[in-house]
């Protein structure tokens, strides 16, 4: 079974630009989460999807955006970047909404580089 | 709000020893989750064991054990016979209880170099 796979890898965007990444979880699996990871602030929570719906949201400027789509597939937006919008982005997959015991899986992240 | 705490950003161990993790955190929840993660150089992180609050039992899988101790609020990770493949950065996270879209919160992490 693919793992969670994330478009693109690498991702280089002047400040004031928008961006648009890209999440594909495992197959069956119908919620998706988003993580920035940054050197100063760590790992910290976007937003969850499940089912084209908005479960849980983070402390993120409304410039951070997401959306699920009926495949389950989930992209992440972010207007107006900001240097400090540096970072790796992380998506994970689950079969039920995330919570509890249950296991999330990760992919391998976006780098983004705001210049 | 619940906070988790890693206090070695940088921890060493040759391999085939052992090496304990620390991890923090503070809450006023009674139950919760509690997760250590790995993430290597090439940054897809793995779930490298879990524990529930309301077992007493510590968590094992394999060379990975947690030492669970909820009224210091301790959750460390024990890697026994230590491998080159267990370089990389250990996160400690906390869940809160079982409510649908629940994050993850993350300790600012460990890493672990191993050497021969």
């Known amino acids: 079974k693919a793992g969670v796979t994330q478009t693109p890898r690498y991702l280089i965007k002047t400040r004031g630009q928008q961006v648009t990444l890209s999440c594909s979880p495992i197959s069956g699996h119908r919620s998706v989460s988003w993580y920035q990871q940054t050197p100063g602030q760590g790992l910290q929570f976007l937003f969850e999807?499940?089912?084209?719906?908005?479960?849980n949201k983070g402390n993120f400027p409304g410039r951070f955006s997401g959306r699920q789509f009926s495949n389950s597939r989930s992209e992440m937006n972010v207007s107006t970047l900001e240097l400090g919008d540096s970072a790796l982005y992380l998506c994970?997959?689950?079969?039920?909404?995330?919570?509890?015991?249950?296991?999330?899986?990760f992919g391998p992240g976006t780098r983004l580089t705001v210049l | 709000a619940q906070t988790v705490t890693q206090s070695q950003p940088e921890m060493s161990v040759q391999e085939a020893e052992t090496v304990t993790l620390s991890c923090t955190y503070d809450?006023?929840?009674?139950?919760?989750?509690l997760f250590w993660y790995k993430q290597p150089p090439s940054r897809q992180m793995i779930l490298v064991i879990r524990?529930?609050?309301?077992?007493?039992q510590n968590a094992t899988e394999n060379r990975f054990s947690v030492n669970f101790q909820k009224a210091a609020k301790s959750f460390s990770l024990k890697i026994s016979d230590s491998q080159l493949g267990d370089a990389a950065m250990y996160f400690c996270?906390?869940?809160?209880?079982?409510?649908?879209?629940?994050?993850?919160?993350f300790g600012k992490g460990t890493t672990l170099s191993v050497s021969s």
């Open positions: 809450t006023s929840e009674s139950d919760y989750y």
């Open positions: 996270a906390y869940r809160s209880p079982n409510q649908a879209g629940t994050a993850l919160i």
């Open positions: 994970a997959s689950s079969l039920v909404p995330s919570g509890g015991y249950n296991e999330q899986f």
């Open positions: 999807y499940f089912s084209e719906t908005q479960r």
């Open positions: 524990q529930e609050a309301y077992k007493q």
